[in-house]
């Protein structure tokens, strides 16, 4: 039985740093949550983050092409998913941060991760679809990184720690990327029929 206590260690030790850190993060959030509710919400910034958010979906349906939507939606979830999931890593370690949610506890900016980034990719891909997708997916990462995060930065939304626009780049062209990729390759998939 000491050889077992030897290999798994101090086991109360782990648990009880883990219940420590755990306890100091939901602190940390409820003081967000109240610094939220006092100086946040319904701010011209929160009322930008509100009005990204639903704008840019409510035009795209107006202007949409309709026989592509299910798959530019299909895109669009894959970009929400990518995007979200790169932004929460860039804030845990410290790369950027996000002034001014939608909500209080997402830690990224909701209408980014949401709306503006899957909205821009699905509309650049029904613009000149033709077109070498390598070029519009340069096109679309310098637009992102040399005029959306700036202006995100210039009106204190978006704080870069340790990031440069520059190295928003080549993710953005992967992101647009996976997206052409997927709306060509979603072509091909087989129709579902009701054959068990």
């Known amino acids: 039985m000491i050889w077992l206590y030897a290999a798994i260690g101090k086991p109360d030790d782990t648990i009880g740093k883990i219940d420590d850190n755990a306890d100091r993060i939901t602190a940390l959030i409820h003081q967000a949550t109240v610094m939220w509710l006092n100086d946040i919400v319904f701010t011209w910034r929160w009322w930008l983050a ?20 299910d ?8 970009v929400m998913m990518v995007s979200v999931i790169l932004n929460v890593v860039g ?4 790369l950027w941060h996000y002034r001014y949610n939608l909500v209080p506890i997402m830690p990224t900016y909701f209408p980014w991760d949401f709306t503006v980034l ?14 070498n997708p390598w070029l519009k997916g340069a096109i679309f990462a310098s637009v992102s990184a040399f005029v959306g995060e700036p202006f995100f930065q210039w009106i204190g939304v978006y704080r870069l720690v340790h990031w440069r626009p520059v190295y928003s780049l080549p993710i953005y062209v992967a992101i647009y990327m996976l997206a052409n990729w ?13 054959t068990p």
């Open 50 to 69: 509100f009005m990204l958010t639903f704008m840019p979906w409510l035009l795209w349906l107006i202007y949409r092409k309709k026989n592509s939507a």
């Open 71 to 78: 798959r530019l939606l299909y895109v669009a979830l894959t």
């Open 91 to 94: 804030d845990q370690f410290g």
């Open 118 to 131: 899957p909205v821009a990719v699905i509309t650049a891909l029904q613009i000149k679809p033709r077109a």
């Open 182 to 194: 997927m709306l060509v390759r979603r072509n091909r998939f087989a129709p579902l029929d009701d």
